[in-house]
Each structure stands twice: as structure tokens, then as C-alpha cells.
């Protein structure tokens, strides 16, 4: 028997599938997107209504109650996700463990309220690596010559990584290097030459006859470059020039410079064409292959370079120069700016002008457009950047800061930045997620005889720099000191691995950097988390908060998973040097170099409460630990002191001194269960020594030391040290950048045999004597003696070339973690001392790559070559046919293929979206080339523990609630209660009955059929009343994202954003209670259903009754389309929705849109056939 399998065809869809790693990393990713979301429906109406159930519950909820009240105040929370309310139940347990920060399994209204009031203040000082923005500094890069002319135009060429510019009045382009190199040999402009006939008599040979003579003469001409663009479409990749004899020319670059170019599909026709006028600005087209130029009299012209084609916009356009313009293809927009201080945006699709911004009091100069953001910026000669959206009519915001006129702004694209030049030379860097400035610094030169006079300004794109034009061609380099090698550009104070977050946290300077242990890139970073450097880094008991100390001796509280303030500890004088949680005793200790340690009460919320303060004497204080069997407070100094005080009484135990004087403590590691604790100090010396409630106390009983491995004769001094308490070993790092790792499991096992045995005995003594036992049965009469012997080297690496700042060991994933003055973080195997990787801020890591590849809608599984298929159903299959065949039986031809059930992939199972394994465990492994997504990282984490316990934990919480929520509705039933239902309203009025008609859009009759079909299986029990808070519910979760201004991500928005909220949430309580007025007096509107796809416009007419109506916002309903219009006119399958024909004209432009940006979008076909019955248009309210 054989077995063919039809080939996959290229247009069949394909879902990749990654390494358990990458696939794992995804699903926290979108877990962490969907949080994010889902915490921007708690609006002030929403808490009120929250507040309300807490104090039902004596202020605290469990959580399982906390999932019962939130998911019903939730009903519209994202609606179209697959497996939703699995997602939903995640993210409210994710959600009460960010807030639940003292571990306690409950949640208090007063934790709560803190969180909303963190997560509104943190959520702009969030950024991921590409939002982070470093310094310029000025590069030493020189022009290979000097120009006489002040350079007017300069602009990067990627293709051929060439600057090209041209000096004013000149007629050649001219090509230098990033360095300042020459470039290329310049490209001259020769128009063409007149041609003259003239005439002249003269004398035959016989001179006797005159005849006369045509000679034919040349006139050369000249001309002058006014504008240049580069088109780096691959299709023609050209230079177009605009020159002040009315042409624009392109020229296409070849080995020996550039050559004028020919039409891509016609090697006859040269690309030029000649306008009226001069052209001052082009901008291009991609999508429709057109040019926009702008003219001198301010009119614009459309060159359409597939045809050699020329129109005009049909409206009037500037009546000024237009200066610059930027085309917005995926938009349909583009935006021109002209000396006449008006900003136009344009309808590329009906040539009309779409609206005027006229916020500039003079004239614009330059325009920007960030497409990820969909911000148009503007600059001109009245000093200001604005900041548009094109979907919006008014002003998003000013930018304010220059003195003097602005004539140049660009964005930097896939990165947050924006730059703008000014006539003096000014030069600043904007954040915008904030509109701040960030940097600022001058290109111009203090010499009035060499005067730069900056005109043009371009940027570089790898490695980022900025190139600006005037007498001469300067060069800033972005982040000169950048080392991808390196961590961060400060030394990382330490690295501190947390396993329910899959990260390591890395502070440097002033923000903390936060690396995906999966993949080892960077996922966001807590900016300027303090004013001045961190010095000081610690971790609570729960790993659900950080404590940060700073230069200047402040000391935070931050909650781990938004980088939210909690509150401030009590301030040092000096800078913070140790931090210490004590978590059985409910209390935080930070020592300073003023020698003082602060005990703070560990109360959550509220002021800091200072308990006590610890004065160090004899010496500077170095190390701090904690002693929870005796609940002492170690404070280790630089004179080799270790000081025990008792925190419950603030006195000094004792002193251990017996190192000498410049010795400093390094570290000091207890061993658990036993009175012994590990002491290093700076001259390379490791010592054992008792501790209370040993009667000897203080007492060194071993030592040994740090040998330099490269001149033995030599101590090297210790910066840190580790000891496992399960390995029973001891890592230790030294100046010298050398990590070693001593065996000390037999020092440990006969100083445990000894406790064990003394307390045995002195147990037996008191037994016999009648006494009680306490903790003095651990005091000793006699230190045990240890035999001097070698402590053993198990390995020893050199890990860094510099001081190594901080060692962490990773004890259940048996890793150690490095941090040195290199500003390198690097990652060991604890057992062998292998180097395993390093965290770097390397811009360009590569994205996971897919291990294979499915074939929507079927369980068939390919190599990513599309050439074999490897999932184990087809490879058993095959195994199974070829034994047949080798048995003899009869052959017959099977084709093997699925029928396709989801073509585009988009319904999935819990187990396939959840289940990192869920697709390896389907796979024939031996067919892949490769099991890793991402191999350049090479650390192994086990999250496989991690995921399983996690997902068992969503398992049961969802059964749970599944079952309250059972009892709850069985006994609603009981009591005949229905009060978050509502219900059926029979019958419409007349002008209910026109309305519809007039606005109800044509849909396919197929479509139509399947909407009522699924109309008459609604579930009944929602067709009550619906109570206020859920039509608020529902209206608000529709506006939240619609807005195009919203793209700038989740992590993006901030308190005004919750701001602009609250005030929609009063416009729609307002709108609400306008139209249950109405219906009291005979107007009745459709059905609402809370579990529908989108919520119907209810009928927005006069009543019948004449009654006087509240005033409203006669532009409510304008905001409440344009925040609507997407999910009602796109999501939406219900054939009794409402739409005017403004919406359809709406609808029609916002397919159009979808299917550039993604033609194969099943949303951008749907209401392709929509069409307005009437032209009638829709009522405002009064």
C-alpha cells in the first residue's frame, strides 16, 4: 500500500509553532497584555460599585469571591477572544496576586484602592528597550572638504549608505560616508540645451553672388536644485530632483554613480516630467505609486509615475509655499504644511481636502509622522512642535520650548524619539510617551566668524546618528559608550532572579532593567526609578516587592510587578549601603554610610513608621544580616568588626573583633539550624565562628583562604560569598574577577553532628533532672575542635577581568549569577562553573524562530521547509503502511488530507493555547532539524514546574467559582431573583419601525439568514432590564481601544487616560438616563444583550409626549461613532443594527483601510456590500 499526501500550497495558511521556551514566553506575554487591559476597566464607577461588595465582606474577599464580584462587572470585557473565560479567570488571579502583596490569600479594599492609585502614577515610567532613550554626543567625524555654500538639503541614502546633500544655488548633488568620507563622484543636473539657428549672408567663391548661411549654435544652461527625494520602494529605488526649471528627474544609482533612470516597466521612458512651476516639496506614495508635489504658489500637483500622468487636488490648496509635505498611504491621508501657517490633510482617495489645522500662528517649515503611534508632527517659525492626529480635528498637544523658529523635525523610527532643530542651532531630543524633553545641546559654534547656520537635519539609522546641514556637515552619535556586550551603561548593583515572573531584575544607574529568563531580552524597564544612582537592592520574603537605596540615602518601597511606589522608608543622611527584610518580626533594616541602621515597621501601607536606629561605632558599616533564630541584627564594618544587636531591645549583644584592623567584612552567611555562621573580609580570609546562644561565642573555629590561583604565594581579597545550605558549599568571588566554589560539606556535617549530638545529651540531663528544655540546651561548655585540613577547590572560573560587585546563587535552578564593575551580568553553572550566558543590550537579538509549521484549520504539522510532514499521526501512519507493504498485502493509494475546518487558525483549545507542549508533544522530534526557537540563549530554565503548578492553580479556582457561581444562580432561582437580567420589550413604535428602515444597512441575504438564525437561540434569560452599571460596563469597554490615538499600547496610557474615562462614564450615565426618560414617555428602543457582540444605538428621537429633556453635549454622539463605529460596524453580525449613512460612508473607509494594512483580514470583506437605504440623516440629541 502507498500513501501521497497533497502538498501544501503556498496559499494555504500556516500557524508556526516554537520551542516550549518561546511558546511559554508568548503566553505569559499575552497574559501580561490582557491584565493590562483588563485593569483599564476599573473606571471611578466601577470601584464605587466594588467598594460597595468589600464592605458586604467586612472589607476583605478571598479569591475566589474577588473572581465571583469582578467577572460580573466584566460581561464585556473582550468578548471575541477565544476561550474567554478561562482568560478571564487568569487574569483576575493574576490580578489579586499583584495586588494581594502581603501573601495572605485576602485581598483588602484598602490594598485595592493602593493598587489603582499605583497603576495610574507608574505606568509611564514603564518602557520597553526600545522606548529607553540615551544621550547624543558629537561624533569626530569631518567632511572630506570644505563648502562654500550653506549646505540647504542633506538626507541618508540606506542602499548605498551614502549622506547625500547639495549646497545652496548649486546644481549638483554631491555623496560623502557616515565618516565623512567622499562618497561617490557628484551627480550634476544638466537641463537641456536650447538650440539657435542663425543666418548670415555671405560672398559665394566667386565672390560675385551673396548666399546665405544657417549655422546651428547651443546655448548651455544652468540650473539650480530646489528639493530631492529618495524613493527606496525596491520597485524603483530612485533619487528625484527637483530643479528651478520646472522638472523632476530621477536617477538611479549604478557602480559609477548615478545615472537618470528609466520607467521599472519601460526601459524607453526616462523618469522626468515638467510641471508649470517649481517644485519646492515632494513626498511619495508607495501603495498608489504616485508623487505629491508641492509648488511654489501653493498648489499641488499629482504625478503619477506609472503613466506619466498629471492632476491637481480639487480643492484650493495653500496660498503660500508649501514647504513640506509627508503621504500617510495605509491612511489614505496626506498632510501638506506651507508658509501660509495652514497644515492641510488630504483624502487621498476622493483628491478633497479633508480638514484644516490651523493652530500654527506662522509658517510650518517640517512635518513628521510616527505610523506606529499615528502622531503627525509640526514645526514652524512661531517656536512650537504640534502634535495631530489625523482621525482627529483639534490639537492633541503643543510642544513648547524653543526660542527661536523651528525648521526641522523628524522621528526616529522604532524607537520613541523625536529631534527638532531651530534657527540658532538648538537642538532637542522628545519622549513621546510624555512630550519631555530629554537632552538638549547646540550644533552652533560661539565663533561669529565660523557660523554653522544649520538648514537641514537627517539621521543615520545603525548605528543611530544625527547628521545636520549648514556650513558644514556635523555628525552626534547616539549612546557613543554603547557596548552590546554590556548590560546597562552603569555597573549593575546586583541581579536577583524571580521565579513567578520568569525575570531577573538588573539596577543600574537610576532605572532597573527587568530580562525575560526564557529568552534573555529585555521585556520592560522601571525609568528613572530613583533621582540619583541606586546603590542598594533587596527582595521581600514573596519576591512581590523591592527596596531601593540610592546615593543620596532615600529609601523606597516598589511593588515587583509595575515598578509602583508603595511608599518611602525613613531617609538616610549618606548613601544607603545594605538593605535587610525581616520578615518574622514585620520589619525592614537600611544601614547608610552614616553609620546609622534605620528598623522600619513593615506595615504595607501608609507613612513609615521608624521603630528604631542602630548607631554602628569603631568603623564604617559594610554588611548587614539577620539572625531569625535569635532575632539579632549583624552589622558587619570595615575594621573588621561584626557587631550582634537585639532588635526587640535595641542593645548590643556582643562584638566579634577578632579580625584585625582593616580587615573589612564582606559577607556574612549563617548556616542554617545550627549557631555557626561563614565570615569573609576583604584580605582573602574565610572563617567559621560560633555565635549566640553559644556560651563561646565569637570564636573563630576554622579558617582558610583565598589563594590567587596565578600567584600562589598571594591572598586575594573577597568581595562576596554564597554558601548553599543543600550543596553544602561555598562560592565565593574575589577582586580579581575569580569565582571558586570550596567543598564545606564535611566542616558542616561534623559541626551539625556535634550540635545534634550536645543537645541530645543536655536533652537526656534535664529530662533526668525534671527541667524543661529550652534553647540553652544549644550552649556548649566547650567549642568543638576542628582538624586543620585543606578545604577542597571543587572549581574555579575566571569570570570577569575587573572587581566582581555582587554573586547570587539561583539554589533550585542551580545557577550563579555575577555582576562586576565591567557592567557585565553573566550566568555560571554552580556545578561545573561553566560559563552559560549574559544579559547584553544588544539592539539587533533575533526573534524566535519556528522548530515547525500547521496547517490551519487540520492537525497537519510540517518542518519549516514545508517539504515533509512530522507530526506523529502521519509519521505512525506511514510506519504502519510500509510494514503492510513489506507483508505483502495488496497496494492501494491513499491521499492523506484533513478536511479544513478553520482556515485562517483562529479557534483554538485550551490545551493548544495554554500548553507550551501541547504541540511538541504531537511532533516527531526526529524529523526536526532543531528543538530551540531561540539557541543564542543558552540558559535551560525549568518553568515547566512553574507552569503546572500555575495551571493546576487556574484549574481549580475555575471549578470552584464554576460551582459558586451554580449555587448562586440556583438559588437566584429559588428566590425568583433576576436582577442582572432584563427584560423582553414587545412591540416598537412607529418611529422606532421608520427608523430602522431608514438606517438599517443592505447585507447579503446568507449573512441575514445566519444572524437571525442565531438572534432566535439568544438565551432568554437576558432579555430583562439592564441595571445602569452594565450599559456602562458595556459602552465603555467599546470605547476603550477604539480610538486610533489608543494604538500607542496599553503600557502607553496614563492618568489622563483614566481621567478622560471618568468623564465618558458621566456623558453615558447622562445618556442613559435621557433615554429611560424617553421610554417613560412612549419612546421605546431595542433589545439590549449583555453577552452580545456590540451594544445598538438606541433610537435617538423626539417623544411623542411633549416633555422638556435635559441639555447634553449636542458632540456626545459624534464621540460616542467614532469610539463606536469599529466595533459596530465591523464586529457586529446583528442585521438590526443601526447605521446612518455618515457610518457606512465610515465603515466603507475603515475597510478600506483594513485591507491595506491586512488583505486577508476576514473583517475587511464583511461589509464590503453595506449600503444606506436612506439618506436620512441620524438625529443629534437636543
Not at 501580561?32 to 466601577?46: G, H, R, V
Not at 538638549?440 to 545636520?468: A, G, R
Not at 437561540?1017 to 456602562?1032: D, G, S, T
Amino acid at each position: 500500500m502507498t500513501t501521497q499526501i497533497k502538498k501544501l500550497s503556498k496559499l494555504d495558511h500556516t500557524v508556526p509553532i516554537y520551542s516550549p521556551r518561546s511558546t511559554y514566553k508568548q503566553i505569559l506575554h499575552t497574559d501580561e497584555t490582557l491584565l493590562a487591559d483588563l485593569t483599564l476597566n476599573f473606571d471611578p464607577f466601577t470601584i464605587n460599585v466594588l467598594r460597595t461588595e468589600f464592605l458586604i465582606r467586612q472589607g476583605s474577599m478571598e479569591v475566589t469571591e474577588f473572581i465571583l464580584v469582578v467577572k460580573e462587572h466584566l460581561l464585556s470585557w473582550q468578548l471575541e477572544i477565544s476561550n474567554r473565560d478561562i482568560k478571564l479567570i487568569r487574569q483576575l488571579v493574576n490580578l489579586f496576586e499583584e495586588i494581594d502583596l502581603n501573601g495572605n490569600g485576602k485581598l483588602e479594599w484598602e490594598e485595592f484602592t493602593n493598587y489603582i492609585i499605583e497603576k495610574a502614577t507608574v505606568l509611564n515610567n514603564i518602557k520597553s528597550k526600545q522606548d529607553e532613550i540615551k544621550l547624543y554626543t558629537k561624533s569626530n567625524m569631518k567632511p572630506y572638504k570644505k563648502f562654500t555654500q550653506i549646505i540647504t538639503r542633506v538626507i541618508y541614502i540606506k542602499e548605498i549608505d551614502k549622506i547625500a546633500f547639495f549646497e545652496e544655488g548649486s546644481d549638483e548633488i554631491q555623496f560623502m560616508t557616515p565618516d565623512g568620507g567622499f562618497g561617490l563622484k557628484p551627480l550634476k543636473i544638466v537641463p537641456i540645451s536650447d538650440k539657435v539657428v542663425t543666418t548670415q549672408a555671405k560672398k559665394d567663391k566667386d565672390k560675385q553672388n551673396f548666399i546665405i548661411v544657417k549655422k546651428e549654435d547651443t546655448i548651455e544652461k544652468k540650473t539650480q536644485i530646489l528639493a530631492m527625494l529618495y524613493i527606496d520602494d525596491p520597485k524603483y529605488q530612485i533619487l528625484l530632483t527637483s530643479t528651478h526649471d520646472g522638472y523632476v528627474r530621477g536617477w538611479r544609482y549604478q557602480s559609477s554613480g548615478f545615472v537618470q533612470a528609466n520607467q521599472p516597466d519601460n526601459d524607453e521612458e526616462m523618469i522626468e516630467h515638467h510641471f508649470t512651476n517649481d517644485i519646492y516639496s515632494m513626498t511619495w506614495d508607495g501603495i498608489n505609486e504616485i508623487l505629491y508635489c508641492g509648488q511654489k504658489e501653493g498648489q499641488i500637483n499629482i504625478w503619477n509615475l506609472k503613466n506619466d500622468t498629471e492632476i491637481q487636488f480639487e480643492d484650493i490648496s495653500h496660498t503660500d509655499v508649501v514647504m513640506d509635505m509627508i503621504a500617510m498611504p495605509k491612511l489614505q491621508f496626506m498632510a501638506s504644511a506651507s508658509l501660509d501657517h495652514n497644515l492641510i490633510l488630504w483624502n487621498t482617495l476622493s483628491k478633497k481636502r479633508e480638514r484644516t489645522y490651523k493652530e500654527h500662528t506662522r509658517g510650518i517649515v517640517s512635518l513628521a509622522f510616527n505610523e506606529s503611534l499615528i502622531l503627525l508632527f509640526s514645526a514652524g517659525f512661531d517656536h512650537n512642535l504640534c502634535v495631530w492626529n489625523p482621525y482627529i480635528e483639534s490639537l492633541i498637544f503643543k510642544i513648547q520650548g524653543h526660542s527661536s523658529p523651528v525648521i526641522g523635525v523628524l522621528v526616529i523610527e522604532g524607537t520613541s524619539q523625536i529631534v527638532s532643530l531651530d534657527q540658532e542651532g538648538i537642538v532637542k531630543v522628545w519622549d513621546t510617551k510624555k512630550f519631555n524633553c530629554v537632552q538638549q545641546f547646540s550644533v552652533e559654534t560661539q565663533d561669529e566668524k565660523h557660523k554653522f547656520n544649520p538648514s537641514s537635519l537627517c539621521y543615520i539609522p545603525k548605528p543611530l546618528k544625527l547628521i545636520f546641514g549648514g556650513r558644514s556637515i556635523y555628525s552626534y552619535e547616539y549612546d557613543k559608550n554603547y557596548n552590546p556586550n554590556s548590560v546597562d551603561d552603569y555597573v549593575a548593583v546586583c541581579c536577583k532572579f524571580i521565579e513567578n515572573q520568569m525575570a531577573f531584575f538588573t539596577p543600574a544607574g537610576t532605572k532597573i532593567k527587568i530580562w525575560n529568563a526564557l529568552t534573555g531580552d529585555v521585556k520592560k524597564i522601571y525609568s528613572d526609578i530613583t533621582t540619583t544612582e541606586i546603590t542598594a537592592f533587596k527582595l521581600d520574603n514573596l519576591d512581590k516587592r523591592f527596596i531601593i537605596g540610592d546615593s543620596s540615602g532615600t529609601v523606597a518601597l516598589f511593588n515587583v510587578i509595575n515598578g509602583a511606589k508603595i511608599k518611602n522608608l525613613p531617609k538616610h543622611s549618606g548613601e544607603v549601603v545594605a538593605i535587610v527584610h525581616a520578615s518574622d518580626i514585620g520589619a525592614f533594616f537600611t544601614g547608610s554610610m552614616d553609620n546609622n541602621v534605620f528598623m522600619s515597621l513593615d506595615n504595607e501601607f501608609g507613612e513609615s513608621e521608624l521603630l528604631r536606629t542602630f548607631i554602628i561605632q569603631d568603623g564604617q558599616l559594610t554588611y548587614l544580616s539577620y539572625d531569625p533564630m535569635m532575632k539579632h541584627l549583624l552589622a558587619g564594618t570595615n575594621s573588621g568588626q561584626i557587631r550582634f544587636y537585639e532588635t526587640d531591645t535595641n542593645k548590643l549583644h556582643g562584638v566579634a573583633n577578632e579580625f584585625k584592623q582593616g580587615e573589612e567584612i564582606t559577607s556574612i552567611n549563617l548556616i542554617k539550624g545550627i549557631p555557626f555562621m561563614f565570615v569573609t573580609n576583604s584580605q582573602g580570609r574565610i572563617s567559621i565562628m560560633s555565635m549566640p546562644p553559644v556560651l563561646h561565642r565569637f570564636a573563630k573555629i576554622f579558617t582558610f583562604t583565598n589563594v590567587d590561583p596565578e600567584i600562589p604565594s598571594q591572598l586575594l581579597g573577597i568581595s562576596n560569598a554564597v554558601f548553599s545550605q543543600e550543596k553544602k558549599v561555598l562560592f565565593l568571588s574575589d577582586d580579581k574577577g575569580f569565582i571558586k566554589c570550596f567543598e564545606v560539606d564535611w566542616l558542616v556535617d561534623f559541626l551539625i553532628h556535634v550540635v545534634n549530638e550536645k543537645d541530645k545529651e543536655d536533652v537526656a540531663t534535664k529530662r533526668i533532672k525534671g527541667l524543661k528544655t529550652t534553647q540553652n540546651a544549644r550552649q556548649m561548655l566547650v567549642l568543638p575542635k576542628i582538624a586543620q585540613r585543606e578545604v577542597k577547590i571543587k572549581w574555579i572560573i575566571r569570570a570577569h577581568y575587573e572587581v566582581i560587585k555582587s554573586l547570587e546563587y539561583v539554589e533550585k535552578e542551580d545557577f550563579l549569577i555575577t555582576t562586576a564593575f565591567d557592567k557585565k551580568v553573566k550566568l555560571w553553572d554552580a556545578e561545573t562553573g561553566k560559563f552559560i550566558d549574559s544579559f547584553q543590550q544588544n539592539y539587533d537579538r533575533k526573534e524566535p524562530r519556528p522548530i515547525a509549521l500547521k496547517r490551519s484549520g487540520t492537525e497537519e504539522i510540517y518542518n519549516v521547509d514545508l517539504n515533509e510532514r512530522v507530526d506523529l499521526k502521519y509519521t505512525q501512519f506511514v510506519q504502519q503502511q510500509q510494514s503492510e507493504d513489506q507483508s505483502g498485502q495488496a497496494q492501494q493509494i491513499y491521499y492523506i488530507e484533513e478536511k479544513i475546518q478553520d482556515p485562517l487558525g483562529l479557534i483554538k483549545s485550551p490545551q493548544e493555547e495554554f500548553n507550551p507542549f501541547f504541540y511538541l508533544e504531537k511532533i516527531d522530534q526526529t524529523k526536526l532539524n532543531t528543538l530551540k526557537s531561540n539557541p543564542e540563549w543558552k540558559l535551560e530554565i525549568g518553568f515547566k514546574e512553574y507552569y503546572e503548578r500555575y495551571e493546576q492553580k487556574i484549574k481549580t479556582l475555575f471549578d470552584q467559582v464554576k460551582i459558586k457561581e451554580k449555587e448562586v444562580h440556583e438559588k437566584q432561582v429559588k428566590q425568583g431573583i433576576h436582577n442582572r437580567h432584563f427584560k423582553v420589550q414587545n412591540g416598537q413604535s412607529e418611529d422606532d419601525k421608520q427608523f430602522e428602515y431608514n438606517h438599517k444597512p443592505i447585507i447579503k441575504d446568507d449573512e441575514l439568514n445566519n444572524n437571525h438564525s442565531n438572534q432566535q437561540q439568544a438565551p432568554q434569560q437576558f432579555n430583562q432590564k439592564i441595571r445602569l452599571e452594565q450599559v456602562l460596563s458595556r459602552y465603555k469597554v467599546q470605547q476603550k481601544d477604539q480610538h486610533p490615538n489608543s494604538q500607542r499600547g496599553n503600557q502607553q496610557m496614563n492618568l489622563d487616560s483614566l481621567i478622560n474615562q471618568s468623564d465618558i462614564v458621566k456623558e453615558l450615565k447622562q445618556q442613559h438616563s435621557d433615554y429611560q426618560e424617553n421610554y417613560k414617555f412612549g419612546s421605546k428602543g431595542g433589545n439590549l444583550t449583555p453577552q452580545g457582540r456590540s451594544t445598538q444605538v438606541p433610537p435617538l428621537f423626539k417623544s411623542g409626549v411633549q416633555k422638556q429633556t435635559k441639555k447634553v453635549d449636542p458632540h456626545l454622539f459624534e464621540k460616542l461613532y467614532k469610539q463606536n463605529l469599529k466595533c459596530k460596524a465591523i464586529c457586529n453580525s446583528d442585521p438590526k443594527i443601526f447605521l446612518s449613512e455618515a457610518e457606512c460612508n465610515a465603515a466603507s473607509r475603515f475597510v478600506t483601510v483594513l485591507e491595506i494594512y491586512d488583505i486577508t483580514d476576514e473583517r475587511s470583506q464583511k461589509f464590503k456590500e453595506i449600503k444606506c437605504k436612506s439618506k436620512v440623516k441620524l438625529p443629534r440629541l437636543q
